[in-house]
């Protein structure tokens, strides 16, 4: 373990990603990428992170960085049949522990777990790297646990500051949905600007509350405010991807997914619009690209219960059984791109690689382990 930018961390690596977990909260970050003599670390790392917080400061907002796995997802304001879980979960919140580091045929693997209190059971985290790809491969292990389940990975990007840096791409859509409610209050000294409950079916017109439209493709845009939208995977996909192109760095990010046990993606826009303690108007050009079963970012109780999307047919929660262990498997990863290069129009999935399509012709051909998924 070494302590990294004020957390302590279990640190795992070969030549193509070097990358730490807090023991807190277990959370991925920072991660840095090898393409090539290019160096790339695309996660965000909470700018409070060698600060003194306030007692009661949730651990979740302590360690701050990367992606993390939440269990349930959400906010959690709301008891659950007697269960009140912290923001995100104990996976996002309690301290794992070291089981192993494994080498062996060009592989490193490193597992930790977490015994769950607030409903008892076991979670394994393995984080594997792969030689050659510049990719990061999770899978988190629920075990013991009986009963409806919210559940998701929460990646933040941080973006380069100028506007529209980054360019998203998604896999095919069934719905696009602005947060049902204002994200942010004023009186809190909160801000948001998308029309809460706007319905719609392209990122690159989203209603905002002045009837303009925003764009959600390119970013950072938007400075000062923060919103939330939710993106329906298609029944006919497959594998979900999510991509961000960066031209002027030199990458793309993409995440990897089975739609089947991470129905959605909660697109988090965060440009300054909390201006509250610790976030102080100061968290900015960071987009939160997270893959979950749930409604919204509400939490436990209200994904399990009946919703506005569980009655269009969209799943929010999952059924664990104390019997059969769920294996949640996701992909991380970074590829080079030229300037040229601006968005990402589908990824082809072959036999250990992918390739990403850009929107003008291009294609990248990288090493990915897609079998990872099972699907």
């Known amino acids: 373990m070494k302590k990294i930018l004020g957390q302590k961390s279990f640190v795992v690596r070969n030549r193509n990603v070097d990358a730490a977990v807090t023991e807190l909260g277990g959370h991925l970050g920072p991660v840095t990428f090898s393409l090539g003599k290019q160096k790339v670390a695309p996660f965000s790392v909470a700018p409070w992170w060698d600060e003194k917080l306030p007692a009661g400061t949730p651990a979740l907002l302590r360690a701050l960085r990367g992606d993390f796995f939440c269990l349930p997802f959400g906010g959690n304001g709301k008891a659950w049949r007697g269960e009140q879980h912290p923001p995100h979960g104990e996976t996002a919140n309690s301290k794992w522990k070291f089981e192993s580091l494994r080498r062996k045929s060009g592989e490193v693997c490193l597992e930790l777990s977490l015994k769950t209190k607030v409903r008892a059971g076991r979670v394994s985290k393995r984080i594997r790297l792969v030689n050659g790809h510049s990719v990061v491969y999770q899978e988190h292990v629920v075990s013991g646990m009986e009963g409806s389940m919210s559940l998701g990975h929460h990646a933040m990007l941080k973006f380069p500051d100028r506007e529209g840096a980054g360019r998203l791409s998604t896999s095919k859509v069934a719905l696009g949905q602005v947060f049902v409610e204002p994200v942010e209050d004023p009186a809190q000294r909160g801000y948001s600007v998308l029309k ?107 994904s399990a219960e009946a919703n506005p999307l569980s009655a269009l047919g969209c799943p929010t929660h999952r059924e664990l059984s104390a019997e059969k262990p769920l294996s949640v498997r996701y992909v991380m990863g970074v590829a080079p791109i030229g300037k040229r290069f601006e968005r990402v129009a589908d990824i082809r999935f072959g036999d250990g690689t992918i390739t990403l399509e850009g929107e003008a012709g291009e294609s990248v051909k990288v090493p990915v382990d897609v079998k990872f998924l099972g699907v």
Request: charged letters at 20%; a negative charge.
């Open 196 to 302: 809460p409950g706007a319905v719609f079916d392209d990122l690159e017109t989203v209603p905002d509350i002045t009837g303009a439209t925003a764009d959600l493709t390119r970013y950072p845009a938007r400075r000062g405010f923060e919103d939330i939208v939710m993106l329906v995977a298609h029944p006919s996909v497959k594998i979900g991807w999510n991509a961000v192109a960066f031209p002027e760095e030199g990458y793309v990010w993409f995440a990897l997914r089975d739609p089947r046990v991470l129905a959605s993606t909660v697109l988090w826009i965060s440009n300054g619009g909390r201006h509250y303690a610790p976030w102080n108007g100061r968290h900015v050009n960071v987009m939160g690209v997270e893959d979950v079963t749930a409604w919204f970012h509400y939490g436990l109780a209200q």
